[in-house]
């Protein structure tokens, strides 16, 4: 009885799991929008992790589940089980490591192997605060545009350290899968 008066909590429960490199900085960007609190030295995450953020958004009540992967290797077993019922994806690469910049590639065709077949996908360049600091990106806008060109997905450049572009982010994220999830 209690329980059929109480007002539904959400409109909508998404799960999104952030998939990248090994110090790319998903974790980072994970606390940059759940806190909104940058952590200079946070620890390589083991195996998952995952954090929670409601919101409100084109008249619907969202509630975002948000899952942060290992990106080293050993653990890709356990983080492979994680995106298969995922409806967001939010791959990250680090600007000033081109290496994370080519494995987005490889990190798709998991995505393609593993995921759901409608799964939305967003890519996040980050630490895009140190251009600002005079350091030149290894991966450069012509990289970016072809990336964007042959994949057909957006890019956001993004730093988890001054949350420059962060929110907005997973608020585009949200609004493409409250569109795509329509009752
Ligand atoms: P794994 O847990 O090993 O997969 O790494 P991760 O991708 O979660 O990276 P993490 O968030 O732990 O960040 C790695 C390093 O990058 C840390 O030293 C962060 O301080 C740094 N970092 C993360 N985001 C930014 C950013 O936007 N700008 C700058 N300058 N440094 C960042």
């Not at 919101?55 to 653990?75: C, F, H, N, P």
């Not at 799964?119 to 350091?135: Q, T």
Request: proline share 2%; glycine share 6%; charged share 30%.
């Amino acid at each position: 009885m209690e329980n059929s008066r109480r007002k539904k909590e959400y409109d909508n429960l998404f799960k999104i799991v952030l998939l990248g490199d090994s110090c790319v900085g998903k974790s980072c960007v994970l606390v940059r929008f759940a806190d909104d609190d940058f952590i200079q030295n946070y620890s390589a995450t083991i195996g998952v992790d995952f954090r929670f953020r409601s919101l409100s958004m084109s008249g619907r009540k969202v509630k975002l589940q948000i899952w942060d992967t290992a990106g080293q290797e050993r653990y890709r077993t356990i983080t492979n089980a994680y995106y298969k019922g995922a409806e967001g994806i939010i791959l990250v690469f680090d600007l000033f490591k081109k290496q994370s910049f080519d494995n987005l590639d490889s990190w798709l065709s998991e995505v393609e192997k593993n995921g759901k077949t409608d799964v939305e996908i967003v890519v996040i360049a980050n630490k895009n605060d140190l251009i600002a600091e005079g350091e030149i990106p290894e991966v450069s806008p012509r990289d970016i545009q072809e990336f964007e060109e042959r994949t057909k997905l957006k890019v956001h450049l993004a730093s988890a350290k001054s949350g420059d572009n962060v929110e907005s982010t997973f608020l585009s994220l949200t609004g493409t899968l409250i569109e795509k999830h329509q009752p």
